[in-house]
Structure formats: structure tokens, C-alpha cells
């Protein structure tokens, strides 16, 4: 069973931080590029980090760009976003998400281009995790 799973959500107050994991079992994990997508309330998806498998190329959406870091441990099948300085604005429901590795330059180069990430061609979508930030 393929299975991607968030953890690491919870209450944090603003400009505080939080490390996020995501843990894959079930597929070989060398084959995908893991990225990163929250969904605020009353708002659509957002794509907001992808790293390769490689590790070679990173994206980032603006309103994460400086203060959002994403890692891979491919020895321990798990992505980490590393989220500081966080804003009210950060508050949603964050996922996981795996993409063929076919795709992962393609995935990039468009985001770049676009200004945001998109969402269609994911593979798996895991289940996520909530993060509140509220003074």
C-alpha cells in the first residue's frame, strides 16, 4: 500500500518554527521527487516546494522563498520541510506529494516560469498535517 504521511503540524506563534516530515513506504522512493502543497481555508491548493531526487534543482514559491527549506533523506524514505519565521498567513493543511522523476525537471523549469507550482501529473498525494499560527 502506497502511503505518504505528514507529520509535524501543530500550534505555533508567528515567527516561531516548525520542521514538517513526510515519510513514503509502499513504492521505490528513488523514483519519485517529493514536493510540498498546503491548502489554507476557504483557498485552493498551493504547490509550495519540490526538491528532486537528485537533489539538483529546488523550487520554491514566493511566499515561502527564504524562510522555507526543503530536505531529502532518501536513506530514510522522507522529505522534511524546515518552515521559520512563520506568518498567520502559513496557516493551512500541509501535504505531501510524489511525482515520477520523469517529470521533475519539467515540474521545475514550469513553476519557475508560471510562478506556481502545478499540480497536475502527481503520482501519490498523502495525507497532511495542520499548521495554526496564532498569537
Known amino acids: 500500500e502506497v502511503q505518504l504521511q505528514a507529520s509535524g503540524g501543530g500550534l505555533v506563534q508567528p515567527g516561531g518554527s516548525l520542521r514538517l516530515s513526510c515519510a513514503a513506504s509502499?513504492?521505490?522512493?528513488?523514483?519519485?521527487?517529493i514536493g510540498w502543497v498546503r491548502q489554507a481555508p476557504g483557498r485552493e491548493r498551493e504547490g509550495i516546494s519540490f526538491?528532486?531526487?537528485?537533489?539538483?534543482?529546488?523550487y520554491y514559491a514566493d511566499s515561502v522563498k527564504g524562510r522555507f527549506t526543503i530536505s531529502r533523506d532518501n536513506s530514510k524514505n522522507t522529505v522534511y520541510l524546515q518552515m521559520n519565521d512563520l506568518r498567520v498567513e502559513d496557516t493551512a493543511i500541509y501535504s505531501c506529494?510524489?511525482?515520477?522523476?520523469?517529470?521533475?525537471?519539467?515540474?521545475?523549469?514550469?513553476?519557475?516560469?508560471?510562478?506556481?507550482?502545478?499540480?497536475?501529473?502527481?503520482?501519490?498525494w498523502g495525507k497532511g498535517t495542520l499548521v495554526t499560527v496564532s498569537s
Open positions: 506529494a510524489a511525482w515520477k522523476r520523469h517529470l521533475e525537471h519539467p515540474l521545475i523549469t514550469l513553476a519557475q516560469s508560471m510562478g506556481a507550482m502545478p499540480l497536475n501529473g502527481v503520482a501519490y
Open positions: 509502499g513504492f521505490t522512493f528513488d523514483d519519485y521527487g
Open positions: 526538491r528532486s531526487v537528485s537533489g539538483d534543482r529546488e
